[in-house]
């Protein structure tokens, strides 16, 4: 069974940075690329990055390039997303979600985790 | 890039079909064949249940259908029932650099 479990969430003020957590669990983690979507409250899904198989393909939405960073750590099964300069327009939670296929990128995601709530406020 | 349009609401009576749209570009929706549609409760996370434009995961039911015409996707909920109601998003590829795109939402309601 998949499992994705976010971690990480808080309260940081405006100028702050987090770094948000995904251990994955239940299929072959070195084999699936990875991405962040976010949802601010009240709000529809946006995505956030992808970072592929080996970590070697990455992409970010324009709202967040330059202030976010995502990394995948294969021997630990584990994704993160460094976030900094946050605004309040950061605020929402933030879902990890594994690639719908091996070795692939933009074909979809299959799996979600429960969500991190990163709430950016003064 | 812009998010894909879908309209903000959608509505029908149990057992009847109610279908939404997820409008995009040449560059998007229209361009590739990896458009993908979620469903998500109240204080959820999304659940994938169509890929592929066409393509159902199991376990989930065959009243879920997708089709596609040009730069539009469509999502068909058939014989609708009260756990239908939920918010859908769809999502498409929009190429290597920005290789994910969603739509802005759609609530079902079942009346």
């Known amino acids: 069974e998949v499992q994705l479990l976010e971690s990480g969430g808080g309260l940081v003020q405006p100028g702050g940075s987090l770094r948000l957590s995904c251990a994955a669990s239940?299929?072959?983690?070195?084999?699936?690329?990875m991405t962040w979507v976010r949802q601010a409250p009240g709000k529809g899904l946006e995505w956030v990055a992808v970072?592929?198989?080996?970590?070697?393909?990455?992409n970010y939405a324009d709202s967040v390039k330059g202030r976010f960073a995502i990394s995948k750590d294969n021997s630990r099964n584990t994704v993160f997303l460094q976030m900094s300069s946050l605004r309040a327009e950061d605020t929402a939670v933030y879902y990890c979600?594994?690639?719908?296929?091996?070795?692939?990128?933009?074909?979809?995601?299959?799996?979600w985790g429960q969500g991190a709530l990163v709430t950016v406020s003064s | 890039q812009s998010a894909l349009t879908q309209p903000p609401s959608a509505s029908g009576s149990p057992g009847q079909s109610v279908t939404i749209s997820c409008t995009g570009t040449?560059?998007?929706?229209?361009?590739?064949?990896?458009v993908s549609w979620y469903q998500q409760h109240p204080g959820k996370a999304p659940k994938l249940m169509i890929y592929?434009?066409?393509r159902r995961p199991s376990g989930v039911p065959d009243r879920f259908s997708g089709s596609k015409s040009g730069n539009t996707a469509s999502l068909t909920v058939s014989g609708l029932l009260a756990e239908d109601e939920a918010d859908y998003y769809c999502?498409?590829?929009?190429?290597?650099?920005?290789?994910?795109?969603f739509g802005t939402g759609t609530t079902v309601t079942v009346l």
């Open positions: 040449s560059s998007d929706v229209g361009g590739y064949d990896y």
């Open positions: 239940g299929f072959n983690f070195n084999n699936y690329g």
């Open positions: 979600a594994k690639v719908r296929e091996e070795q692939r990128v933009g074909v979809g995601v299959d799996f």
């Open positions: 592929d434009v066409t």
């Open positions: 999502s498409s590829y929009a190429g290597s650099s920005k290789p994910y795109v």
């Open positions: 970072i592929g198989y080996s970590g070697g393909h990455i």
